[in-house]
């Protein structure tokens, strides 16, 4: 079938009707909330990840589908509410008028007093699993418990207070389209020992050894806590309280799961998002799961070198999960957190999630698009090349006449529009693809031979008009990123100089002995700048692609360097009247004007120390460090109120917000508000 029948047939069955759900029975209406599970259903093997292999079950080439992924999504049009603030925890407890701390272990079966003579007991040997009730250990009336069977169980009715929801700014930039809002999680108390149903997830076979036996031990060492909410399905829904383990969840991906491995879950739950329509029943803290288990299984490796694969594989997962009726509780496997959901809903949900199995491309294309992202130029080729694929079935001449090609093309556009961390990954990523070319079924190779990276960088950027100030800064990028060497070879024939020595006195860095061509810096200046400001307008530049890049750690430290050289210069009053007497206006008979020209450099020297320190604060603000600021923050006040323009004083009481002088930060509101009238 060809592709372009594929995506009709795709729209067909995602708006086909659901009227006739009721009379079919394919799923089994039970409860399952007993069922003895162990592990979620998983497809029967891992999906090959080898140029040659074609999943059976879209009959789409894993290679192709790798690709529409990478360019169509490529990271940094996922955005996250916590991707530049640092992350921060919200974490509130109830609102009551008296304050228990449920504490004992579950599995011992201990209690300690909680005020006066009361105790409280955690018994979850008559509940739900993954639920417990919490019995009041002597045999009185209490506020908040209730009688059931002449025995008092603490009420979860009383605890069900709102928590406040987190308003972000909402971007509407379309590459930064999947932004969600952040919540509260609302708990009662932490349990000191996990219970004893989580014992399982201690012991079991993981066959990707993640995580391993000293992260296991480490997790275990995290509290769950106890929430006021009773199983959908419970007979007692009032009394019972759930095992959350939102904090050892919290734990194990925060900090011990790559970037890679969440860049596909983030993939997967915006395609399930999006076809499913976002219903409730597929909750992150479901997809999550999924997702949890599939880490035991797929080797690390994997996730950074085929995610479509691990795409598939979560996708598959949950659809089989979902025609089984079961989805163990990732902690507590008796948990099935899907037993709720009766044979009409289940299979609404199989149905759409088996159109994303079915047709991932065009599933991802046309979520991406539905979000207004660019998707033709990253994809026509590789389209056009499916159509195509089962005439010739050569995937030498795939990779050599498309997927290379495509790959530079994608450099190309995101160079020009200054996309490096977007560039940098599509041209290693053809250059790989180049060295590991399998050879033509003549065994003549290739045409490119032993070509080098910085070779193919060329080669890629040669016939596509970029200037060579451009192609420099991909270098640049790539050494960064990549760790490699590309930039020596542009200094070979070019006068250049070190960043070390542009930085004057300044503490060293970890670019200082990159060279810059002059041809770069002479880019960066003209003939009516003033001397002084020649190497500082590339740090300027410098420091703005790191932030760009969400580099803040190295951009603040030259934002510090360039704060310094412009301090000096702005202290040196007889330097100013020489840069003057010199400058391209003086000599073009300005002499009459000399207070205007002094005026004008201080203005234009000020105004870059200005954005140079406001940029410092954003680097410390979105590494969560706002208050390291306060070195600067005096220097910075001193700045605005010498520009004195309704914009300095906008950014100084945004600053003085964030570091918490309400008085400062209205004097300034009302010094910007003066400047309007």
Same mark, same amino acid.
């Given at each position: 079938?060809?592709?372009?029948?594929?995506?009709?047939?795709?729209?067909?069955?995602?708006?086909?009707?659901?009227? $006739?759900?009721?009379?079919?029975?394919?799923?089994?209406?039970?409860?399952?909330?007993?069922?003895?599970?162990?592990?979620?259903?998983?497809?029967?093997?891992? #999906?090959?990840?080898?140029?040659?292999?074609? $999943?059976?079950?879209?009959?789409?080439?894993?290679?192709?589908?790798?690709?529409?992924?990478?360019?169509?999504?490529?990271?940094?049009?996922?955005?996250?509410?916590?991707?530049?603030?640092?992350?921060? %925890?919200?974490?509130?407890?109830?609102?009551?008028?008296?304050?228990?701390?449920?504490?004992?272990?579950?599995?011992?079966?201990?209690?300690?007093?909680?005020?006066?003579?009361?105790?409280?007991?955690? $018994?979850?040997?008559?509940?739900?699993?993954?639920?417990?009730?919490?019995?009041?250990?002597?045999?009185?009336?209490?506020?908040?418990?209730?009688?059931?069977?002449?025995?008092?169980?603490?009420?979860?009715?009383?605890?069900?207070?709102?928590?406040?929801?987190?308003?972000?700014?909402?971007?509407?930039?379309?590459?930064?389209?999947?932004?969600?809002?952040?919540?509260?999680?609302?708990?009662?108390?932490?349990?000191?020992?996990?219970?004893?149903?989580?014992?399982?997830?201690?012991?079991? %076979?993981?066959?990707?050894?993640?995580?391993?036996?000293?992260?296991?031990?480490?997790?275990?060492?995290?509290?769950?806590?106890?929430?006021?909410?009773?199983?959908?399905?419970?007979?007692?829904?009032?009394?019972?309280?759930?095992?959350?383990?939102?904090?050892?969840?919290?734990?194990?991906?925060?900090?011990?799961?790559?970037?890679?491995?969440?860049?596909?879950?983030?993939?997967?739950?915006?395609?399930? %998002?999006?076809?499913?329509?976002?219903?409730?029943?597929?909750?992150?803290?479901?997809?999550?799961?999924?997702?949890?288990?599939?880490?035991? /299984?797929?080797?690390?490796?994997?996730?950074?070198?085929?995610?479509?694969?691990?795409?598939?594989?979560? #996708?598959?997962?949950?659809?089989?999960?979902?025609?089984?009726?079961?989805?163990?509780?990732?902690?507590?496997?008796?948990?099935?957190?899907?037993?709720?959901?009766?044979?009409?809903?289940?299979?609404?949900?199989?149905?759409?999630?088996?159109?994303?199995?079915?047709?991932?491309?065009?599933?991802?294309?046309?979520?991406?698009?539905?979000?207004?992202?660019?998707?033709?130029?990253?994809?026509?080729?590789?389209?056009?090349?499916?159509?195509?694929?089962?005439?010739?079935?050569?995937?030498?001449?795939?990779?050599?006449?498309?997927?290379?090609?495509?790959?530079?093309?994608?450099?190309?556009?995101?160079?020009?529009?200054?996309?490096?961390?977007?560039?940098?990954?599509?041209?290693?990523?053809?250059?790989?693809?180049?060295?590991?070319?399998?050879?033509?079924?003549?065994?003549?190779?290739?045409?490119?031979?032993?070509?080098?990276?910085?070779?193919?960088?060329?080669?890629?950027? +040669?016939?596509?008009?970029?200037?060579?100030?451009?192609?420099?800064?991909?270098?640049?990028?790539?050494?960064?990123?990549?760790?490699?060497?590309?930039?020596?070879?542009?200094?070979?024939?070019?006068?250049?100089?070190?960043?070390?020595?542009?930085?004057?006195?300044?503490?060293?860095? *970890?670019?200082?002995?990159?060279?810059?061509?002059?041809?770069?810096?002479?880019?960066?200046?003209?003939?009516?700048?003033?001397?002084?400001?020649?190497?500082?307008?590339?740090?300027?530049?410098?420091?703005?692609?790191?932030?760009?890049?969400?580099?803040?750690?190295?951009?603040?430290?030259?934002?510090?360097?360039?704060?310094?050289?412009?301090?000096?210069?702005?202290?040196?009053?007889?330097?100013?009247?020489?840069?003057?007497?010199?400058?391209?206006?003086?000599?073009?008979?300005?002499?009459?004007?000399?207070?205007?020209?002094?005026?004008?450099? /201080?203005?234009?020297?000020?105004?870059?120390?200005?954005?140079?320190?406001?940029?410092?604060?954003?680097?410390?603000?979105?590494?969560?460090?706002?208050?390291?600021?306060?070195?600067?923050?005096?220097?910075? *006040?001193?700045?605005?109120?010498?520009?004195?323009?309704?914009?300095?004083?906008?950014?100084?009481?945004?600053?003085?917000?964030?570091? +918490?002088?309400?008085?400062?930060?209205?004097?300034?509101?009302?010094?910007?508000?003066?400047?309007?009238?």
């Amino acid at each position: 079938m060809k592709f372009r029948d594929k995506k009709i047939q795709l729209e067909q069955k995602s708006s086909r009707g659901a009227e $006739d759900i009721d009379n079919q029975e394919i799923i089994k209406e039970e409860s399952l909330q007993m069922e003895k599970l162990t592990l979620p259903c998983r497809p029967s093997k891992l #999906i090959n990840c080898s140029y040659q292999f074609t $999943d059976q079950y879209s009959h789409v080439p894993v290679f192709h589908l790798n690709f529409i992924i990478e360019n169509v999504l490529p990271e940094s049009n996922i955005y996250t509410p916590y991707r530049y603030c640092g992350g921060r %925890d919200y974490i509130v407890t109830s609102a009551t008028t008296k304050v228990y701390d449920v504490v004992g272990s579950v599995e011992e079966g201990l209690s300690v007093n909680l005020y006066a003579d009361e105790v409280i007991i955690i $018994d979850s040997e008559n509940s739900t699993p993954g639920y417990a009730f919490l019995k009041l250990g002597i045999n009185q009336p209490q506020k908040f418990f209730k009688k059931v069977y002449g025995s008092y169980y603490l009420s979860n009715v009383h605890f069900h207070t709102e928590p406040k929801k987190i308003n972000l700014p909402h971007s509407k930039s379309p590459y930064l389209p999947f932004q969600k809002a952040a919540s509260y999680t609302l708990y009662y108390g932490k349990c000191p020992r996990w219970p004893k149903e989580a014992n399982e997830w201690v012991s079991r %076979d993981r066959p990707s050894g993640w995580p391993d036996i000293t992260l296991v031990n480490k997790t275990t060492k995290v509290p769950c806590v106890l929430t006021p909410k009773g199983h959908l399905l419970s007979t007692k829904p009032d009394i019972e309280w759930m095992f959350d383990f939102s904090f050892p969840e919290k734990f194990l991906l925060k900090d011990n799961v790559t970037k890679d491995k969440k860049y596909c879950f983030h993939v997967f739950k915006l395609l399930m %998002d999006y076809h499913t329509g976002l219903r409730k029943e597929l909750s992150t803290f479901v997809l999550k799961t999924i997702f949890l288990y599939t880490l035991e /299984v797929i080797p690390s490796q994997q996730w950074e070198v085929c995610p479509s694969a691990c795409v598939l594989y979560l #996708i598959e997962t949950l659809l089989l999960s979902l025609k089984e009726g079961k989805i163990p509780h990732y902690f507590i496997p008796e948990n099935n957190i899907i037993s709720h959901l009766n044979g009409s809903v289940l299979y609404k949900l199989i149905e759409k999630v088996n159109v994303v199995r079915e047709f991932p491309i065009m599933s991802v294309i046309l979520m991406a698009e539905s979000h207004g992202l660019m998707t033709t130029y990253a994809t026509d080729q590789i389209i056009e090349d499916l159509n195509h694929l089962s005439d010739h079935s050569n995937i030498h001449d795939s990779m050599l006449n498309t997927f290379i090609p495509a790959y530079s093309k994608i450099a190309v556009t995101s160079l020009s529009l200054m996309k490096f961390r977007q560039a940098v990954a599509a041209v290693t990523t053809g250059y790989r693809m180049l060295q590991e070319l399998p050879c033509c079924s003549d065994g003549g190779g290739h045409p490119y031979g032993d070509i080098t990276l910085e070779g193919f960088i060329k080669e890629a950027t +040669g016939q596509s008009g970029l200037q060579f100030y451009q192609v420099w800064w991909l270098c640049f990028f790539v050494d960064l990123y990549k760790k490699e060497n590309t930039l020596p070879s542009y200094i070979h024939s070019n006068p250049f100089k070190k960043i070390s020595d542009m930085m004057r006195d300044c503490p060293p860095g *970890d670019l200082d002995d990159v060279s810059v061509p002059n041809s770069v810096l002479q880019f960066y200046r003209s003939e009516i700048d003033y001397k002084s400001m020649h190497d500082i307008y590339f740090i300027i530049q410098l420091c703005w692609f790191l932030f760009s890049e969400g580099e803040y750690s190295l951009a603040a430290h030259y934002y510090r360097g360039m704060i310094k050289m412009l301090t000096e210069v702005m202290s040196d009053t007889d330097a100013i009247m020489a840069e003057i007497l010199q400058s391209y206006q003086f000599r073009q008979g300005m002499e009459a004007k000399i207070d205007f020209l002094v005026q004008t450099y /201080v203005t234009t020297v000020s105004t870059n120390l200005c954005n140079a320190l406001y940029s410092l604060y954003k680097c410390y603000l979105f590494q969560g460090q706002p208050e390291y600021f306060q070195e600067y923050v005096d220097q910075f *006040d001193s700045v605005c109120n010498s520009l004195s323009t309704s914009s300095a004083f906008h950014l100084l009481a945004d600053v003085w917000k964030a570091l +918490g002088n309400k008085h400062k930060m209205k004097e300034a509101l009302e010094k910007q508000d003066s400047m309007k009238a």
